[in-house]
């Protein structure tokens, strides 16, 4: 029983170290890069219907929208921003009990017009499944946004 516990610790240990290495991450070609083939990442920009959430949409200033995303990513828990560019956010949320991160991505498109589209990818980096951890955050931040 000692020899399976410590196994488990043993993986856990592992499997939380594994997490501090970043994916490639970011904008090519005006797309964020596309979900793996795991049920454990969301895409606004995805073409398949098990990982596509729909955007986020907003009028007014591309820094409006982005000062209001950084408001709403700053009140959340556990909860570290990356990168802040003029067109693109990273962020990490890091879960409770494991440790586990999960990456989300911003991306702001630009236009000429007051219509704002904020793109986003949230996917866990280690695992398979995330029992739709990833989706419900996007739904909570987008909600919010929408309630600010």
Not at 15 to 23: D, N, V
Not at 121 to 136: E, F, P, Q, T, V
């Given at each position: 029983?000692?020899?399976?516990?410590?196994?488990?610790?043993?993986?856990?240990?592992?499997?939380?170290?594994?997490?501090?290495?970043?994916?490639?991450?970011?904008?090519?070609?005006?797309q964020?890069?596309?979900?793996?083939?795991?049920?454990?990442?969301?895409?606004?920009?995805?073409?398949?219907?098990?990982?596509?959430?729909?955007?986020?949409?907003?009028?007014?200033?591309?820094?409006?929208?982005?000062?209001?995303?950084?408001q709403?990513?700053?009140?959340?828990?556990?909860?570290?921003?990356?990168?802040?560019?003029?067109?693109?956010?990273r962020?990490?949320?890091?879960?409770k009990?494991?440790?586990?991160?999960?990456d989300?991505?911003?991306?702001?498109?630009a236009?000429?017009?007051?219509?704002?589209?904020?793109?986003?990818?949230?996917?866990?980096?280690?695992?398979?499944?995330?029992?739709?951890?990833?989706?419900?955050?996007?739904?909570?931040?987008r909600?919010?946004?929408?309630?600010?």
């Open positions: 029983m000692n020899k399976q516990i410590l196994i488990v610790l043993v993986s856990l240990h592992f499997l939380m170290g594994c997490s501090a290495t970043p994916p490639k991450l970011g904008i090519m070609d005006r964020l890069i596309p979900c793996p083939n795991k049920p454990n990442c969301v895409s606004s920009q995805a073409t398949d219907k098990k990982h596509y959430i729909q955007p986020i949409h907003f009028t007014g200033t591309p820094q409006d929208a982005k000062n209001r995303l950084l709403i990513l700053n009140t959340l828990e556990r909860t570290k921003i990356i990168v802040v560019q003029e067109n693109y956010i962020v990490e949320f890091t879960s009990i494991f440790q586990f991160i999960d989300v991505e911003f991306y702001f498109p236009t000429n017009t007051e219509h704002i589209i904020i793109h986003f990818r949230s996917a866990s980096r280690i695992g398979y499944s995330d029992l739709g951890a990833n989706k419900k955050r996007i739904e909570q931040i909600d919010t946004f929408k309630g600010y």
